[in-house]
T-cell receptor, first 113, second 115 residues
Framework: AQSVTQLGSHVSVSEGALVLLRCNYS??????LFWYVQYPNQGLQLLLK??????LVKGINGFEAEFKKSETSFHLTKPSAHMSDAAEYFC???????????FGAGTILRVKS | GAGVSQSPRYKVTKRGQDVALRCDPI?????LYWYRQALGQGPEFLTY????????KSGLPNDRFSAERPEGSISTLTIQRTEQRDSAMYRC?????????????FGPGTRLTVT
């Protein structure tokens, strides 16, 4: 069975600092991997996804993530945090031919001025 | 165009009552998914439709939960004889096609509170 572990339920960074949100997955088959962001009172929005092309994936709002098979990781980074990045972030995995997403518990990002 | 919409956005009901939650997917999206999200957790898969066919209902917790999509568009998730443990955010998503390569677009969710 697939599973996702997000280390740190809350992460706090200063504006302009590096953002690093950790995600490790477990999957018996090559997975597809996703990062979603959730703003208050809004639906989940896709930030980026890995579907077996380049291992470094660039997404919206300056975020990127690197797929590391040897570490079963898909950490999300952004070089310089902005106040508008404050939100909850979810890592998710799916099988290539499957349809359901399996989500981690989420990480709430706080950006301090 | 319009995104995925869900109604009602908030629902408070008494224990034992039935509730129906509605999802209106993006026009032309053939796949529709239901997820449940408890406080402090990520969304958890409930069921999935391809057009009007319910392809996977492995995530429905028990037989009080059912879903339909009779015309391959709007879907309804019904919870019978609600219990307090059913309180959660219920999220709907739709996608252009089947398979992990297709992005799932999520609606704003319905917050269900069972008192």
């Amino acid at each position: 069975a697939q599973s996702v572990t997000q280390l740190g339920s809350h992460v706090s960074v200063s504006e302009g600092a590096l953002v690093l949100l950790r995600c490790n997955y477990s999957s018996s088959v090559p997975p597809y991997l996703f990062w979603y962001v959730q703003y208050p009172n809004q639906g989940l929005q896709l930030l980026l996804k890995y579907t077996s092309a380049a291992t470094l994936v660039k997404g919206i709002n300056g975020f990127e993530a690197e797929f590391k098979k040897s570490e079963t990781s898909f950490h999300l980074t952004k070089p310089s945090a902005h106040m508008s990045d404050a939100a909850e972030y979810f890592c998710a995995v799916s099988e290539r031919y499957g349809n359901k997403l399996v989500f981690g518990a989420g990480t709430i990002l706080r950006v301090k001025s | 165009g319009a995104g995925v919409s869900q109604s009602p956005r908030y629902k408070v009901t008494k224990r034992g009552q039935d509730v129906a939650l509605r999802c209106d997917p993006i026009s032309g999206h053939v796949s529709l998914y239901w997820y449940r999200q408890a406080l402090g957790q990520g969304p958890e898969f409930l069921t999935y439709f391809n057009y009007e066919a319910q392809q996977d209902k492995s995530g429905l917790p028990n037989d009080r939960f059912s879903a339909e999509r009779p015309e391959g568009s709007i879907s309804t998730l019904t919870i019978q004889r609600t219990e307090q443990r059913d309180s959660a955010m219920y999220r709907c998503a739709s996608s252009l096609g089947t398979g992990g390569v297709y992005e799932q677009y999520f609606g704003p969710g319905t917050r269900l509170t069972v008192t």
